[in-house]
């Protein structure tokens, strides 16, 4: 079964739990549950991703598709796909673009990435991390987590955003053989210069390459 196959079965699974934590959890602190988005590999083909030297998962907390932002439909987007490998004029794929040169030494094909959301309910044009806290520790949601990052299977995981590498550290434990290859970046968007983004990223990548000798 190749890797969409898997994702698309763990999807369904997905919203089934969703489903279940509707009926039967108390939804003031957690995400729009009736809501799902997708993520994955960027591009629709996913040779490129597999057959590339290293493999790179990028993790934010969700796709900017919730309630402040109507005009996105909801279900099933991959806003990754459609908004930042498509987008050229986004400041988020000239950042991941610039982090994807400098892990691999090589130019970067966006479409020869994988990219998840921890939230997959999607968010607003702001994030409650308290909600995202409490659904990703919601035990059946770290399951899938896990699961769809062992589908994946990353030689490294980039984390944006504050926060999100130890979400996704406590998600693995500590035994876990990704545990120490987490790369934990300012979010893509942020307002730093290009200068002070690449200062950030060279001091943090050269700790994970320190890691690894």
């Known amino acids: 079964m190749n890797i969409q196959k898997k994702l698309d079965t763990l999807f369904?699974?997905?919203?089934?739990?969703?489903?279940?934590?509707?009926?039967?959890?108390?939804?003031?602190?957690?995400?729009?549950?009736?809501?799902?988005?997708?993520?994955?590999?960027?591009?629709?083909d996913e040779t490129a991703y597999v057959n590339a030297d290293i493999k790179v998962l990028y993790v934010l907390v969700e796709s900017n598709v919730g309630?402040?932002?109507?005009?996105?439909?909801?279900?099933?987007?991959?806003?990754?796909?459609?908004?930042v490998v498509n987008n050229?004029?986004?400041?988020?794929?000239?950042?991941?673009?610039?982090?994807?040169?400098?892990?691999t030494g090589r130019p970067a094909d966006l479409n020869a990435v994988a990219y998840m959301n921890l939230n997959k309910c999607g968010g607003g044009c702001s994030r409650n991390f308290k909600k995202l806290r409490n659904y990703v520790r919601l035990?059946?949601?770290?399951?899938?987590?896990?699961?769809?990052i062992e589908i994946l299977e990353p030689d490294l995981i980039v984390c944006f955003g504050k926060g999100v590498d130890d979400l996704v550290k406590e998600i693995l434990?500590?035994?876990?053989?990704?545990?120490?290859?987490?790369?934990?970046?300012?979010?893509?968007?942020?307002?730093n210069s290009s200068d002070d983004y690449e200062i950030m990223f060279q001091e943090r990548w050269s700790q994970i390459i320190c890691k690894e000798k």
């Open 12 to 44: 369904n699974q997905w919203k089934d739990t969703h489903d279940i934590y509707i009926n039967e959890t108390d939804l003031s602190e957690l995400p729009e549950l009736t809501n799902f988005t997708m993520d994955g590999i960027s591009g629709k």
């Open 67 to 83: 309630k402040d932002c109507k005009h996105f439909r909801i279900n099933d987007y991959f806003w990754f796909r459609e908004q």
């Open 88 to 103: 050229g004029k986004h400041i988020i794929p000239a950042r991941i673009q610039f982090v994807q040169e400098n892990i």
């Open 139 to 148: 035990p059946k949601i770290k399951e899938h987590i896990k699961e769809e």
């Open 173 to 191: 434990g500590e035994t876990h053989a990704l545990y120490k290859k987490i790369l934990p970046l300012r979010h893509p968007s942020c307002r």
